[in-house]
């Protein structure tokens, strides 16, 4: 079993800033690439940004430059900083994690419930 759970969001004003936390637990070996997705309403889940165990980053085009992503190996946890905040990013965002559990050879994939970011006025 693994539990990813999302902390941070909330409700800021455009050109704020917020920061996302996303912890895994359980019992897990190591974890390959970390994620975070959004979802707004009626629109499907697309990719903010992502990062591989050793640090390489990649992100949307739509929030290249504002968002930055990092992860604390040790801690089994992916941040996202979201600065200059615009009321298109709101949505729920969700943290992605490709686990590889003790005692196994393969990763699977894994998502958290999300949390809510609403950028407006």
């Known amino acids: 079993q693994v539990q990813l759970v999302e902390s941070g969001g909330g409700l800021v004003q455009p050109g704020g800033s917020l920061r996302l936390s996303c912890a895994a637990s359980?019992?897990?070996?190591?974890?390959?690439?970390m994620g975070w997705y959004r979802q707004a309403p009626g629109k499907q889940r697309e990719l903010g940004a992502r990062?591989?165990?050793?640090?390489?980053?990649n992100y949307a085009d739509s929030v290249k430059g504002r968002f930055t992503i990092s992860r604390d190996n040790a801690k089994n946890t992916v941040y996202l900083q979201m600065n200059s905040l615009k009321p298109e990013d709101t949505a729920v965002y969700y943290c992605?994690?490709?686990?590889?559990?003790?005692?196994?050879?393969?990763?699977?994939?894994?998502w958290g419930q999300g949390t809510q970011v609403t950028v407006s006025s």
């Open positions: 990062i591989t165990r050793g640090g390489n980053t």
């Open positions: 992605f994690a490709e686990v590889i559990l003790a005692g196994f050879g393969y990763a699977n994939g894994y």
């Open positions: 359980g019992s897990i070996y190591s974890i390959n690439t």
